[in-house]
């Protein structure tokens, strides 16, 4: 199982796609804190290397299996500092290596979070937050004057104009083009909508054949099973409260609520059979587990358990 594991983060961080399977086998691996720990230090030492030109003669598969073995072997003889530092020597040395033989025209960065937002600076000054469980892949041509972003997950990005395009690309071969400044775009693999929400500025967004300009204050998403844009909306804030933590609900429904506040608390979150559709109007700021089971349960005369996983309300 543990080799098992090793092989779902070398495909994750060396930038493959992970099946369905794979994340549900990951996601659940990361739900034991220790695991969650030991993966962040992996993350961190994997993005020590900063910033890699990749050649034809580099093989990023077995580099991560010589870094593997390298981790393995420190957790064995030292303790948990000591095989980290070890293991980031050992990366930048094969980085000087890599750095003295010629490179192709594209520079490749890839930054991966684990059960923490990451704020991250790009080469080109751009910023990203980039939410729990996700991968961004940063590319620049600078023949082409291109910068191609490749994102798995959700993220929040403020992009510095310099005369280059810049595109982030997500499954499905869906793309948002910047046109403004600042949106967030969500693409998490077993989801079939993929989520574009324009905080300022302006953005085209689509696939190539169904595409469309999203404006400040709009919001959009693209049915990947369907292959087509559904209707542009008016910007519901509560989709980047992952990043603000604030959330407003006016009239909504229980099961929007459930599922917006257990996306940010990383739980289940279970009503009680029959008020899915019982509406709700209340405000959360950075809301806890606790805090939010405690205010929606008095207001609906309700019961509750908090769990690892789950808010379980039940009826009084």
Not at 283 to 294: D, G, K
């Amino acid at each position: 199982m543990q080799d098992a594991i090793y092989d779902i983060i070398s495909k994750s961080l060396t930038g493959g796609q992970l099946t369905q399977q794979e994340q549900q086998e990951l996601d659940a691996w990361l739900r034991v804190p220790a695991n969650a720990d030991e993966y962040a230090e992996l993350v961190s030492v994997w993005n020590l290397t900063g910033k890699v030109k990749y050649t034809m003669d580099v093989d990023v598969d077995a580099e991560w299996e010589s870094f593997r073995q390298i981790t393995a072997k420190r957790r064995v003889l030292r303790p948990r500092f000591m095989w980290i530092a070890a293991a980031a020597a050992s990366i930048a040395l094969l980085i000087s290596i890599y750095a003295i033989t010629p490179s192709s025209k594209t520079d490749v960065n890839t930054y991966v979070s684990a059960n923490k937002i990451e704020k991250i600076v790009l080469p080109d000054s751009s910023e990203v937050i980039l939410n729990k469980n996700s991968k961004l892949t940063y590319k620049y041509n600078a023949s082409r004057h291109q910068r191609n972003v490749t994102l798995t997950g959700e993220a929040m990005f403020k992009v510095r104009h310099t005369g280059d395009d810049f595109v982030v690309g997500t499954k499905n071969k869906v793309y948002t083009k910047v046109l403004g400044t600042i949106f967030n775009v969500k693409a998490y693999e077993g989801q079939s909508n993929i989520s574009l929400a324009v905080i300022e500025g302006k953005v085209e967004f689509g696939s190539r054949r169904s595409n469309k300009v999203v404006e400040c204050g709009q919001q959009a998403s693209f049915d990947c099973e369907k292959k087509q844009l559904m209707p542009t909306d008016t910007l519901d804030t509560n989709n980047i409260a992952w990043n603000t933590g604030s959330f407003v609900f006016n009239g909504k429904a229980m099961s929007k609520v459930a599922s917006q506040i257990g996306t940010y608390l990383n739980k289940k979150v279970v009503l009680p059979e029959g008020t899915q559709n019982l509406q709700y109007t209340g405000r959360f700021e950075n809301p806890t587990s606790e805090v939010f089971a405690e205010i929606v349960a008095t207001a609906m005369n309700w019961e509750y358990k908090i769990t690892d996983t789950e808010i379980v309300f039940t009826k009084r």
